[in-house]
């Protein structure tokens, strides 16, 4: 095995990581990141946003750079959008008729 597969492999396992932590701390569904679902927070004015976002971002920043949650948000936007569309709810929070 390849220390780029290695890389990749560890990637995955963290991203599955943070998915589960999405779920346990409520802030979002299954199929996206802590990063994004923290950011969705934000969006949404939630107050304990204003204390994960900054931390997840500090613990991030060396190895993604800075604005971690609201890049990992944009990432997750077809997910996003897919689960809006799925609960009948439109874009940006505007029910669908």
Do not use: K, Y
């Not at 220390?3 to 802030?27: H, K, P």
């Not at 931390?55 to 936007?77: E, K, M, S, T, Y």
Request: net charge positive.
């Amino acid at each position: 095995m390849t220390w780029r597969e290695i890389r990749r492999r560890l990637g995955e396992a963290a991203s599955l990581a943070s998915c589960a932590l999405n779920v346990l701390a409520g802030t979002g569904d299954r199929e996206v990141t802590l990063s994004a679902g923290a950011w969705e927070l934000r969006l949404r004015g939630a107050w304990r946003a204003r204390w994960m976002v900054p931390v997840i971002d500090a613990i991030n920043r060396p190895f993604n750079g800075a604005l971690h949650c609201q890049r990992a948000w944009a990432a997750h936007w077809p997910i996003w959008h897919r689960l809006r569309r799925e609960a009948g709810i439109g874009c940006m929070g505007v029910e669908d008729a």
